[in-house]
């Protein structure tokens, strides 16, 4: 995607220093460009915990790469192994809910391999290692390749069903001419390209639909406590030129009640193989209200995203819970300074509670975008459309 004109993805390797790996510091937008260089397993812990990067296809792919600059800083080749089950745990343990990081990470130890600590005290265990190093690097780099291609074709499948909305309202307009030809969709939290390493996943129909020509609409969830619809979503479609208005997270189901949104698309972190759906707090009460009013609610889901272990999202999905600080306080620029600033919202002494996920069940779900097209939310469908899965 684009940034001022520029061609930018979330995660690339450095273009000129081997072993460092480049992100989109997300902490700082929408009023800074700020771009951070990871160097150790540290780095990468700190940068996924503390959501320098976030949404599950970057965390994956976050991870991945993590994985690969843990394995060139082990210095004895004997306790290569050790080291690597070691960066495992530690990258795993820092976000509990989105599936991809551990799917990523989990890849990465199958390349690695069985090797026994006798291969490497042999005479070419620095040779051994090298040769690792080259398959993990090749891994994260799959891996992200992967989840670009995905969400490309979330984009072309998600893109159909707009269109057959468009269609229909143009109809309508035809003999109506006060009734809008525009698709009105509207999204929480942020699976855009920066939730993503490119198109993203809920946000890829819609840039699709757009560079189609087609009329679309966004009402972006400002998605509290962190905000990440009002700084991320917000600040892609702006720079992609897809018209957009930012809502309090209460609104929508005000908009559905009277007829302002079309269909409802969201992202996944993690997705059961039963079709329940683990997103950012929120989404729930979101697939209520489209449910209460007839509006179709979409979850863009790569296959990356899906837990085949786990049948009951409610029972069985962790629900990460942050530090009270996100819901105490909040950030923004203070346009009188230039500076951007942190606030207190609640009363000292308050105490506060920061789930950052719910679970909607797989029957407030009108379908499933994946990469292999859209489903229903059910075992039945997903073990149809991947039953190498």
Not at 256 to 267: E, F, K, P, R, T
Request: charged letters at 20%; one cysteine or more.
């Amino acid at each position: 995607m684009n940034i001022n004109g520029t061609p930018f993805r979330t995660i690339w390797p450095h273009p000129t220093e081997e072993g460092v790996v480049q992100i989109i510091d997300q902490r700082h937008l929408p009023h800074r460009f700020v771009i951070v260089d990871l160097r150790t397993l540290e780095d990468f812990e700190v940068a996924i915990r503390d959501m320098l990067v976030r949404g599950a296809p970057l965390i994956g792919s976050a991870a991945a790469y993590g994985m690969y600059v843990a394995a060139r800083s082990v210095v004895a080749p004997q306790f290569f192994d050790e080291k690597m089950r070691e960066a495992a745990a530690r990258l795993k343990a820092t976000r509990p809910t989105a599936v991809n990081l551990a799917y990523a990470v989990d890849r990465v130890m199958q390349e690695v391999g069985s090797s026994t600590v006798g291969s490497w005290q042999s005479g070419n265990g620095e040779l051994a290692v090298a040769e690792q190093i080259a398959k993990i690097r090749q891994t994260a780099e799959d891996i992200t390749e992967e989840s670009v291609a995905h969400c490309r074709s979330i984009g072309e499948h998600g893109l159909k069903l707009i269109e057959a909305i468009f269609e229909k309202k143009s109809q309508l307009s035809s003999t109506d001419h006060r009734s809008p030809t525009t698709v009105n969709i509207l999204t929480h939290c942020n699976a855009g390209w920066l939730a993503c390493i490119d198109h993203g996943t809920a946000t890829a129909p819609i840039y699709a639909a757009h560079d189609r020509g087609i009329p679309v609409h966004v009402w972006v969830d400002e998605t509290r406590p962190r905000n990440q619809g009002a700084s991320l979503t917000a600040f892609e479609l702006k720079e992609h030129g897809v018209p957009h208005t930012v809502i309090a997270d209460n609104t929508g189901g005000h908009l559905m009640q009277h007829g302002l949104v079309d269909m409802v698309i969201v992202g996944t972190d993690r997705t059961t193989r039963t079709g329940d759906v683990a997103n950012k707090i929120g989404t729930y009460l979101k697939a209520l209200a489209a449910a209460d009013n007839g509006v179709p609610f979409y979850v863009a889901v790569p296959s990356s995203s899906i837990d085949w272990s786990l049948r009951n999202g409610l029972t069985e999905i962790p629900i990460e819970q942050r530090d009270a600080t996100e819901v105490h306080c909040i950030s923004g620029l203070d346009e009188k300074s230039g500076e951007v600033r942190e606030v207190r919202l609640t009363p000292m002494g308050s105490p506060a509670a920061n789930y950052a996920f719910d679970v909607t069940p797989a029957r407030l779900v009108t379908g499933l975008i994946t990469e292999r097209g859209v489903c229903e939310a059910s075992e039945q469908a997903l073990a149809q459309f991947f039953p190498d899965k």
